[in-house]
T-cell receptor, first 114, second 113 residues
Framework: EAQVTQNPRYLITVTGKKLTVTCSQN?????MSWYRQDPGLGLRQIYY???????DKGDVPEGYKVSRKEKRNFPLILESPSPNQTSLYFC?????????????FGPGTRLTVT | GESVGLHLPTLSVQEGDNSIINCAYS??????FIWYKQESGKGPQFIIDIRSNMDKRQGQRVTVLLNKTVKHLSLQIAATQPGDSAVYFC????????????FGKGTLLTVNP
């Protein structure tokens, strides 16, 4: 089944404890992206990647890092999480790195930072 | 899970009626638009997209209309069903970008049986 998977689905952590949220897609998509979703603010883009080893900032990149060492994986790293990073996170992918096509979203990761 | 419907405009319709969900986009340079559906506890699901060289595009039970003059996008759902109940988002490719999408805040559609 073609899909985007994220792990973990739920995470509660404490301020300053480094964490990684994994994202994987099995569709051989070139483009991948991370979003956060907050009530009243909608979905906002954190980082995106056009292809392996090519990443760039979205609209809200502060406090996050990403890497794209393989085509299928695009982990989101929070080096020192803070309470304002409590949010619902979505990973997405699309087939082409540079052309516009529909993005497919993962199921989401709910992160709580205390 | 936490509702993504907080602070959202809402639309309530009867089963079998047609629904129209509206969206005003922000950047006149945007030239690609998408509608997504998000059910409670799930990720956004692609519904339909349209490029700026078109005014209308139809899918299965859905139609998207684009009015570039007033920067307005609408999603029409025919014969709305209870399974259509969800939050609907429009998105635009930010200022014509091939990499960034800007999402609207969404509309909560409730279908009454």
């Amino acid at each position: 089944e073609a899909q985007v998977t994220q792990n973990p689905r739920y995470l509660i952590t404490v301020t300053g404890k480094k964490l990684t949220v994994t994202c994987s897609q099995n569709m051989n998509h070139e483009y991948m992206s991370w979003y956060r979703q907050d009530p009243g603010l909608g979905l906002r883009q954190i980082y995106y990647s056009m292809n392996v080893e090519v990443t760039d900032k979205g609209d809200v990149p502060e406090g996050y890092k990403v890497s794209r060492k393989e085509k299928r994986n695009f982990p989101l790293i929070l080096e020192s999480p803070s309470p304002n990073q409590t949010s619902l996170y979505f990973c997405a992918s699309r087939r082409d790195g540079t052309e516009l096509y529909e993005q497919y979203f993962g199921p989401g990761t709910r992160l709580t930072v205390t | 899970g936490e509702s993504v419907g907080l602070h959202l405009p809402t639309l309530s319709v009867q089963e079998g009626d047609n629904s129209i969900i509206n969206c005003a986009y922000s950047n006149s340079a945007s030239d690609y638009f998408i509608w997504y559906k998000q059910e409670s506890g799930k990720g956004p699901q692609f519904i339909i997209d349209i490029r700026s060289n078109m005014d209308k595009r139809q899918g299965q039970r859905v139609t998207v209309l684009l009015n570039k003059t007033v920067k307005h996008l609408s999603l029409q759902i025919a014969a709305t069903q209870p399974g259509d109940s969800a939050v609907y988002f429009c998105a635009e490719n930010s200022g014509g970008s091939n990499y960034k999408l800007t999402f609207g805040k969404g509309t909560l559609l409730t279908v009454n049986p």
